[in-house]
């Protein structure tokens, strides 16, 4: 690194990283896409996550990019404020996109302080499925599979229904119609994972670093799974129905 790029180096930890070592407070590192209206749920696990008492959160997005010449500004910072941070916090929703590279850096660097949350994730062996999750994921596939009809899904789906109650699966069949109706009306296809994603996010699932989700708001209770101090009991109990 030359010596210009080293001066801009220890500016950014002058300025950005401090924010992450203050003593007695809780710091994370959230990744996630910016495009397509993928920040808004990138934004509330932020939100989830800064609610706690004693805690940081910050977006990397947000932090700024030091100027160096030889070196890539962001793979810096990524490496400089994931080094400092308690922990690193990384939300998923598809396979394409910038998330993607740094998906590979705190899998190899970075795997012990790093939860992924991805959504729509359920792990499944030969195509069989044996939990909630991996029912949820099987019903919004056959729903959105243009390859079939409205009467061959409707036949698709009633065979994972009898598959659920064959095996005894914890979920219930209008759980399953509420999932797909929820992701009908958002018009949202199931997000799908290439195998390097798949194998990642099951080395996690392996230490209970990962975190699926299907809506809104099982995201914002994922969050609130990530290790670190709880919410005040105030922000716990409260219920918007309860002042209205």
Not at 7 to 27: M, W
Not at 59 to 84: C, M, Q, W
Request: aromatic share 12%; charged share 30%.
């Amino acid at each position: 690194m030359s010596v210009a790029d080293r001066k801009q180096a220890i500016d950014f930890l002058r300025t950005e990283v401090p924010a992450f070592e203050v003593s007695g407070r809780t710091t994370y590192l959230v990744l996630g896409s910016y495009r397509d209206g993928f920040e808004q749920n990138l934004r509330l696990v932020q939100s989830e996550l800064n609610k706690r008492t004693d805690t940081f959160a910050a977006v990397v997005g947000d932090l700024r990019d030091p100027e160096f010449n030889e070196r890539s500004a962001f793979a810096i910072k990524l490496h400089l404020t994931a080094t400092y941070a308690d922990w690193v916090v990384g939300v998923y929703e598809k396979e394409s996109g910038g998330e993607s590279p740094e998906l590979g850096v705190i899998y190899s660097l970075y795997f012990k302080k790093t939860h992924v949350l991805p959504r729509d994730y359920a792990w499944m062996t030969d195509g069989k499925v044996s939990s909630p999750n991996e029912v949820r994921r099987a019903a919004l596939q056959i729903f959105f599979n243009d390859d079939l009809n409205d009467e061959e899904k409707a036949s698709e789906l009633e065979g994972l229904y009898r598959l659920v109650k064959d095996h005894d699966i914890d979920i219930t069949r209008e759980e399953i119609e509420e999932t797909i109706r929820q992701r009908e009306q958002s018009d949202e296809s199931p997000a799908s994972y290439s195998w390097v994603h798949l194998s990642f996010f099951r080395d996690f699932e392996r230490t209970d670093h990962c975190h699926p989700w299907f809506t809104t708001e099982e995201l914002r209770d994922q969050a609130n799974t990530v290790p670190g101090p709880r919410l005040p009991q105030w922000e716990a109990d409260w219920e918007p129905d309860d002042v209205l």
